[in-house]
């Protein structure tokens, strides 16, 4: 498993929520993808073992996005929302996140 590469305390801090919205419901029903919010430092192998030692599942890969923030105003003030980073993690076959099971 490659979650002994990382320090189990990083790992924790890694997957920021999943992210449900009707564009990831299509990607997770379509691709069998599941769509992450994590820290914008985060890299691919540590999204990896973050997955695999929370859910206890086996990923075959993690493509990631940078997303930047909108540009908002009020008045005569500008400001900007905050980056974030997105990972859309593919299990190997046979393997399923139930997020219902995992909260209780």
Do not use: W, Y
């Given at each position: 498993?490659?979650?002994?590469?990382?320090?189990?305390?990083?790992l924790m801090k890694v997957l920021v929520a999943p992210?449900?919205?009707?564009?990831?419901?299509?990607?997770?029903?379509?691709?069998?993808?599941i769509v992450f919010r994590v820290t914008t430092d985060a890299t691919k192998p540590e999204i990896k073992a973050?997955?695999?030692?929370?859910?206890?599942?086996?990923?075959?890969?993690?493509?990631?996005?940078?997303?930047?923030?909108?540009?908002?105003?009020?008045?005569?003030?500008?400001?900007?929302?905050?980056?974030?980073?997105?990972?859309?993690?593919?299990?190997?076959?046979?393997?399923?996140?139930?997020?219902?099971?995992?909260?209780?």
């Amino acid at each position: 498993m490659s979650a002994l590469k990382f320090s189990e305390e990083r790992l924790m801090k890694v997957l920021v929520a999943p992210v449900i919205s009707e564009k990831a419901t299509m990607v997770a029903e379509k691709n069998e993808q599941i769509v992450f919010r994590v820290t914008t430092d985060a890299t691919k192998p540590e999204i990896k073992a973050a997955v695999e030692l929370l859910f206890k599942v086996q990923v075959e890969s993690v493509q990631t996005v940078n997303r930047e923030g909108k540009q908002k105003r009020s008045g005569a003030h500008t400001g900007r929302r905050n980056h974030t980073k997105r990972a859309f993690v593919c299990l190997k076959p046979g393997q399923e996140i139930n997020f219902t099971e995992e909260a209780k």
